[in-house]
């Protein structure tokens, strides 16, 4: 299986604060990762696809970047409504989806 | 709208059976790949498996592998987890998920819980 690993698993910022998640890919996955936004309580919501590609609807703070093993999922300017778990996850291997392990999103 | 709505969730004694089902709305429901994830409390999110929209493939998790099956009725709208054999570990939120494209998940139900216990 493909291991993704996501750093910081938590965090804590400030509004307005621009926010950075890494996650790597224990091998070359080309561009085939998202990012989900999961609030508590809730179910997961799409952000981010094809590793760089905003879902429709989502505000344009949030962005992401990278290819083969490593990514970067940015908030711009952190507001009240960000807080959440965010999980990175590859589709390179379509037997075996997997998850990182989260990050989770609190204010200062 | 796009909704999709799991039910069949409960309490099961270890080695027990159940079956989730996920009722399904607002899209051509037989056009697209349906996955199963589940998420134990307080965990990270675990993909359980997958059905081509056709029903044609399925794909499972090694950790439910053999035990759990993947079904659907395109007539019905309506997607099937078949859960046997059940393990503490086992116990989780079970989300069912709708494809955007291979392996992307765009709309995700509210979630069963499922309890594994004695």
């Known amino acids: 299986d493909i291991q993704m690993t996501q750093s910081p698993s938590s965090l804590s910022a400030s509004v307005g604060d621009r926010v950075t998640i890494t996650c790597q890919a224990s091998?070359?996955?080309?561009?085939?990762l998202n990012w989900y936004q999961q609030k508590p309580g809730k179910a997961p919501k799409l952000l981010i696809y094809d590793a760089s590609n905003l879902e429709t609807g989502v505000p344009s703070r949030f962005s992401g970047s990278g290819s083969g093993t490593d990514f970067t999922f940015t908030i711009s300017s952190l507001q009240p409504e960000d807080i959440a778990t965010y999980y990175c996850q590859q589709y390179d291997n379509l037997l075996s989806l997997t998850f990182g392990g989260g990050t989770k999103v609190e204010i200062k | 709208q796009v909704q999709l709505v799991e039910s069949g969730g409960g309490v099961v004694q270890p080695g027990g059976s159940l079956r989730l089902s996920c009722a399904a709305s607002g899209f051509t429901f037989s056009s697209y790949g349906m996955h199963w994830v589940r998420q134990a409390p307080g965990k990270g999110l675990e993909w359980v498996a997958f059905?081509?929209?056709?029903?044609?493939?399925?794909y499972y998790a090694d950790s439910v592998k053999g035990r759990f099956t993947i079904s659907r009725d395109n007539s019905k709208n309506t997607l099937y987890l078949q859960m046997n054999s059940l393990r503490a570990e086992d116990t989780a939120v079970y989300y069912c998920?709708?494809?955007?494209?291979?392996?992307?998940?765009?709309?995700w139900g509210q979630g069963t819980l499922v309890t594994v216990s004695s």
């Open positions: 059905i081509r929209y056709d029903g044609s493939n399925k």
């Open positions: 998920a709708k494809e955007k494209q291979l392996g992307t998940f765009d709309y």
């Open positions: 091998q070359d996955i080309s561009n085939y």
